[in-house]
């Protein structure tokens, strides 16, 4: 499971950076290969950047490649996404999610766990 204490949502306006925490307080996180998703209003859960086990490895959705980086602490069981240049069309909620696999999957179908999420809006 990923229980997670999240902190960094909130609403920003266009333009602005945001940082997004994950704690995986009750899960074996180094083992993981761990994620963040968001699903906006009306529209399917996307994802947006995916880490790999030892944190050397990243991949990014083209919609937020260049603007949002991904990293991991595995001492303190945390994972960061860093959104940079925001834009209105990523208010969505964020979500962090983990699964076993080694390598970096793009579909929410491949999660084994999920946090709850957190609320980004950006204003214009």
């Known amino acids: 499971r990923c229980s997670c204490r999240r902190l960094g949502g909130g609403l920003v306006q266009a333009g602005d950076s945001l940082t997004l925490s994950c704690v995986a307080s009750?899960?074996?996180?180094?083992?993981?290969?761990m994620y963040w998703f968001r699903q906006a209003p009306g529209k399917e859960r996307e994802f947006v950047g995916g880490?790999?086990?030892?944190?050397?490895?990243?991949r990014y959705a083209d919609s937020v490649a260049g603007r949002f980086t991904i990293a991991r602490d595995n001492t303190k069981k945390t994972l960061h996404l860093q959104m940079n240049n925001l834009k209105p069309e990523d208010t969505a909620v964020y979500y962090c999610?983990?699964?076993?696999?080694?390598?970096?999957?793009?579909?929410?179908?491949?999660?084994?766990?999920w946090g709850k999420g957190t609320q980004v809006t950006v204003s214009s």
């Open positions: 880490i790999n086990r030892s944190g050397d490895s990243k």
């Open positions: 009750r899960l074996r996180f180094t083992p993981y290969t």
């Open positions: 999610a983990a699964d076993p696999s080694p390598v970096i999957m793009t579909t929410s179908r491949a999660m084994n766990y």
